[in-house]
C-alpha cells in the first residue's frame, strides 16, 4: 500500500508554453489521480495585488464589529473577482486536458458572467481562544470537510502551518504556507462530474499554537451554473483505467468525510453546491434560503434516526449475542459438572 506524503508543487508558467505544456499536464494528471490537492507557482497574479489583499485582510479584522456585521456572508452581495476568476477558468482548461478531454469540456458548467466567492479568514490561536488556560495543545480550527465546487484556491497569508489533507490511507499530511503559491484543492462537484477520476480530497485546519498569533487565510471558491446537471464527462477509458489502478495500488480509500455530490441526491450540480454552503453556513440560509435550509434540517433529523435505529438495532443484536453465548457457557459448566 502507497499513498501521497507530500502535496505537489506545479509551475503555472510551463502552461503557457506550448513547449512546456506536455509536461505540465502530466504533472497535473499525476496530481489529480494521486492527491486532488497541489500547489501553483508562478500564476501570474502581480505581487503588489497580493500583498494589498492581504494587508486589506488582516485591517478588516480590526474593524469595529458594527461595520464587520455589516459586511458578513449573509449580509453580503456579489462582487468579480477578475484576477481569481481567469486563473481558476484557464486551470480548469488545463484539468480537462489532463484527463483527456478537450481543453472547453468543462465551459458549459459555468455561467458567461459567473460568480465567485472569495472569503478572508481568521483562525485565533489557542491563547486568544481561551484554550491554552484548559490545557490544550491542539484544536480543531476548521473540521475535516470537501470543498462544494469544481476547484477552489488558498492563499495562506500568514507563517503558520495548520492545514492538513487526508491521504488515502487516512494519514493528515501537512500543506504548510509556501510563498509565491496558491493552494488549490478538487471538490465534489468535480468528482461527480469525472466519475471519481478527479477525487475531492478532505482536509481541516488546526488552529495556530499559543502566543503565535492568529493565521490568516484567504480562500477563493470557483462557481459554477445553479442550473448545471450532473452529466458525466466523456472520459477516456485508459485514463479512468489508470485512476483505478492507482486505487488499487493504495489499497482502497479511506476517507473521514461522506461524498455528497451523488445524482440521485440532487438535480442540478448548482443546486448541490448552494444546499452544501447552506449546511455549512445556516444563518446565510435562514435569511436568504429558509425553505431549503428546513429540508436539510429534515433531511439531517431523518438520517440521525436512521443512525440511532442502525445503532439500537446492533445494541440489541450484541445483547442477544451475549445472552446466547451466556446460556451456552452456562449450559457447558452444567454438564460438566454432572459429568463429575
Not at 502535496?7 to 492527491?35: G, M, N
Not at 451523488?262 to 445556516?282: C, D, F, Q, V, W
Not at 438495532?313 to 449475542?321: L, V
Request: proline share 5%; aromatic share 8%.
Amino acid at each position: 500500500m502507497s499513498s501521497f506524503t507530500e502535496i505537489p508543487i506545479l509551475d503555472l508558467s510551463l502552461a503557457r508554453s506550448p513547449d512546456t505544456k506536455p509536461q505540465f499536464l502530466e504533472s497535473l494528471r499525476h496530481a489529480l489521480l494521486e492527491v486532488g490537492f497541489l500547489y501553483i507557482k508562478n500564476t501570474g497574479i502581480e505581487d503588489e495585488l497580493v500583498k494589498d489583499v492581504v494587508e486589506q485582510g488582516k485591517a478588516f479584522f480590526g474593524l469595529p464589529e458594527e461595520a464587520k456585521l455589516e459586511i458578513e456572508m449573509k449580509n453580503g452581495t456579489s462582487d468579480s473577482q477578475d484576477w481569481m476568476g481567469d486563473i481558476s477558468m484557464f486551470f480548469m482548461s488545463l484539468v480537462a486536458e489532463a484527463i483527456g478531454l478537450p481543453p472547453n469540456a468543462f465551459s458549459c458548467f459555468f455561467d458567461a458572467s459567473q460568480q465567485h466567492k472569495l472569503k478572508i479568514v481568521k483562525y485565533p490561536d489557542l491563547a486568544e481562544l481561551g484554550a491554552a488556560a484548559e490545557g490544550k495543545t491542539e484544536a480543531q480550527g476548521v473540521g475535516p470537510h470537501k470543498d462544494s465546487m469544481l476547484t477552489s484556491y488558498l492563499l495562506q497569508a500568514t507563517s503558520h502551518r495548520g492545514l492538513q489533507v487526508q491521504n488515502t490511507a487516512g494519514r493528515w499530511i501537512d500543506c504548510p504556507p509556501i510563498d509565491g503559491t496558491l493552494v488549490v484543492a478538487m471538490g465534489q462537484g468535480l468528482e461527480a462530474l469525472t466519475q471519481g477520476v478527479c477525487a475531492s480530497t478532505t482536509h481541516r485546519v488546526l488552529s495556530p499554537a499559543p502566543g503565535t498569533g492568529a493565521r490568516f487565510s484567504i480562500p477563493f471558491f470557483q462557481g459554477v451554473s445553479y442550473d448545471a446537471t450532473f452529466e458525466s464527462m466523456e472520459v477516456p477509458e485508459e485514463v479512468k483505467a489508470l485512476k483505478a489502478s492507482v486505487v488499487e495500488r493504495n489499497g482502497g480509500r479511506r476517507d473521514d468525510v461522506e461524498f455528497t455530490f451523488t445524482k440521485g441526491r440532487y438535480r442540478h450540480l448548482g443546486e448541490a453546491t448552494l444546499m452544501n454552503r447552506i449546511k455549512s453556513h445556516p444563518d446565510v440560509g435562514k435569511k436568504w434560503y429558509p425553505d431549503l435550509l428546513k429540508q436539510i434540517r429534515e433531511q439531517q433529523a431523518r438520517e440521525e434516526a436512521q443512525r440511532s435505529g442502525a445503532s439500537e438495532d446492533r445494541a440489541a443484536q450484541e445483547s442477544a449475542a451475549q445472552s446466547t453465548m451466556s446460556k451456552v457457557v452456562d449450559a457447558a459448566h452444567a454438564a460438566a459438572v454432572e459429568a463429575h
